[in-house]
C-alpha cells in the first residue's frame, strides 16, 4: 500500500513531492517548513519550528498516524545559534516520544525567510498480542 499526503503547499505540484508517503506501517514526512495558510512566515524561529511540527502533525494525521508515532527527525537550520530555540521546540513537542533526530546546519533553503526545515519518519505502532 502506498498513500500519499499533500499539504495544498503550491511547491508539492511544482516540485513534484508529497508532503508525506506512507508505505504500509511506515510514514515519511518531507523537509517541511514553517509557511502559514496565507503565505506567510514569522520571522521567530521558535514559531517556525512549532508551524514546522503542526504541519508535520497535520500529514501525519492523515496518514492514520500521530507525532506519537515519530521514529526519527531530521531538523536542518541556516544558523546555529537558532539551535538551542528549536531544540527546546523539539523537546517541547516529543519529550515523552523521544526519536532519533539530528540538527544539521545548512546553507539556506528556497525561500530566505525560512530558518528551519524539519522532516520525521513515524512508524505505526502495531498492537501486542495482549491488546
Known sequence: MRQRVASGSPLEPWIGFSRAVRVD?????????????DGEVSEDVAEQARR?????GEAL???E???????RTRVYLVDREDGPAVAGVHGEIF???????GFIVVAGFLDPRWKVEIEADAILQRPTAAG
Open 65 to 71: 498516524a500521530s507525532l506519537a508515532d515519530v521514529v
Open 95 to 101: 519529550g515523552r516520544t523521544r526519536p532519533a533526530t
Open 61 to 63: 494525521e492523515e496518514a
Open 52 to 56: 514546522c511540527l503542526v504541519i508535520i
Open 25 to 37: 506501517d511506515r510514514i515519511f514526512v518531507s523537509a517541511t517548513a514553517a509557511i502559514r495558510p
